[in-house]
């Protein structure tokens, strides 16, 4: 690949990876999360970094992870109902989707998970924003059992790492993502935790967003926007 193109993949993977930056969006603070349209609230998570995320169970049985920072929205991540990644989409005026491509692969399977320990991820998606009109994107990566154990609260969880590159041609090199992706051994739950990003080569930035409490219909926690870990 010629120097031009290396500098043009790297210039369109740190634009995405500035529209996809855990700075919260120019919004005011919210109190309480609300809980979106044929959707039922399921737990709040309290994180390190002041983040909340509440995990919403959807029509056709797909899920919601809706994800503040300080009080402010950071973004709602939508799953199927196995867990796989289809949509990531911001709130406010500097609007953005990032979104899978029906019938074109697989992010993450929770079955696989279960059974055999790991999923190859796949699938295209693709990048909407105010200034961009459907880019394309190719997700490759894998998502494995990492061999360890945590609880949150005093429920168990199975933890998984997953890697995720989006490309704009496969080979081409883009953006990375690698997350902590906890499975609960007691119900149908999944949360995302500590997670990193990388463009092509450049520096990791790592982003610490470790669950460290559970709540449930009825706790104060519950739909909290602002998180009880990390906030001074």
């Excluded at 499975?183 to 500590?194: D, F, M, T, Y």
Aim: charged letters at 25%.
């Amino acid at each position: 690949m010629t120097q031009e193109g290396k500098r043009a993949i790297l210039t369109r993977s740190a634009a995405l990876a500035l529209l996809l930056s855990a700075a919260a969006p120019i919004v005011l603070a919210e109190d309480r999360v609300r809980v979106p349209n044929a959707c039922t609230a399921v737990a709040t998570v309290h994180k390190n970094s002041c983040v909340t995320t509440s995990i919403m169970q959807c029509a056709n049985s797909s899920w919601q992870a809706l994800t503040f920072r300080r009080g402010k929205p950071l973004g709602t991540t939508h799953y199927d109902r196995d867990w796989a990644f289809v949509k990531w989409e911001t709130h406010d005026a500097n609007s953005l989707t990032m979104e899978h491509v029906p019938g074109s692969g697989i992010s993450m399977n929770i079955r696989d998970l279960m059974d055999i320990g790991y999923h190859e991820a796949q699938g295209e998606f693709v990048l909407t924003t105010n200034i961009i009109d459907g880019q394309p994107y190719v997700l490759s990566g894998r998502t494995e059992y990492s061999g360890t154990n945590v609880t949150v609260g005093d429920e168990e969880f199975l933890v998984f790492k997953a890697d995720r590159l989006f490309e704009r041609e496969a080979g081409a090199g883009g953006l990375a993502f690698n997350v902590d992706v906890l499975v609960s051994l007691s119900r149908e739950l999944v949360i995302e935790g500590k997670w990193s990003r990388r463009v092509l080569d450049g520096d990791e930035e790592v982003l610490d967003y470790t669950p460290r409490a559970i709540y449930e219909r009825g706790d104060p926690g519950f739909l909290a926007a602002t998180s009880e870990f990390g906030c001074e």
